[in-house]
């Protein structure tokens, strides 16, 4: 069962050096009030992985812009120039993903796989330093799952058990990432009674949450 808890003692839970998957596309599903506290605290050192990095003054940029992120594991960063100016300059190593691999990832590693078959990337500097196996004359690249120690999800409504409903497009990579972590870490903008929310509507069971937070930023 989900333990509800403040921001700060969630954010106890947030180390330096840690691999932190945190949902979102553009921030859209972002746990801003959550990455806010990180960037006020200034945990460093961390292993960030996410669709992008969102824009300079929003969502995963305010880390980047703070210099909180030694690696960015994404999709595209195209949207924040401050991400490809430290990659540039040697202050951040970002190691970009075709964007469906990297959901796959995500979800092969909640699913407990050992990895999956791609065309994708095939020919490519993506295929440097991987595996490559050839099926009926197509050649695949083999992708491994990737984990994190701690996953940061954007829901729109909680119960106190720790089921999750998402809104609308912020549904995004929260899902995957709540169950590819080693902790899950919730915001909810409403965080309701067990029992509350119809079981038909469950997009992330109870199950996979450890911690919920409270409220937006």
Request: hydrophobic share 40%; proline share 4%; with cysteine.
């Amino acid at each position: 069962m989900a333990e509800v808890t403040s921001l700060d003692e969630a954010l106890d839970q947030v180390k330096d050096g840690m691999e932190v998957m945190i949902g979102g596309f553009m921030s859209c599903g972002t746990p801003r009030k959550i990455v806010k506290g990180m960037v006020e605290r200034e945990v460093k050192d961390l292993t960030i992985i996410a669709n992008d990095t969102g824009k300079t003054n929003d969502g995963i940029g305010r880390l980047i812009r703070n210099k909180q992120a030694e690696k960015v594991i994404a999709s595209h960063i195209g949207l924040n120039p401050e991400t490809g100016d430290q990659m540039n300059d040697g202050e951040l190593e970002v190691d970009l993903v075709p964007q469906g691999t990297l959901v796959e990832q995500i979800r092969a590693a909640g699913a407990g796989l050992g990895g999956f078959l791609t065309p994708t990337g095939v020919g490519t500097v993506v295929e440097e330093g991987k595996d490559k196996i050839e099926i009926d004359g197509q050649e695949y690249l083999l992708e491994l799952p990737i984990t994190a120690d701690v996953a940061l999800v954007k829901a729109w409504k909680a119960d106190k058990k720790g089921n999750l409903v998402y809104r609308k497009s912020a549904r995004n990579f929260n899902p995957l990432i709540a169950m590819a972590a080693d902790l899950v870490i919730v915001e909810a903008e409403e965080i309701v009674e067990t029992g509350e929310i119809d079981p038909n509507e469950v997009m992330t069971p109870a199950a996979f949450v450890d911690i919920i937070v409270g409220g937006e930023e």
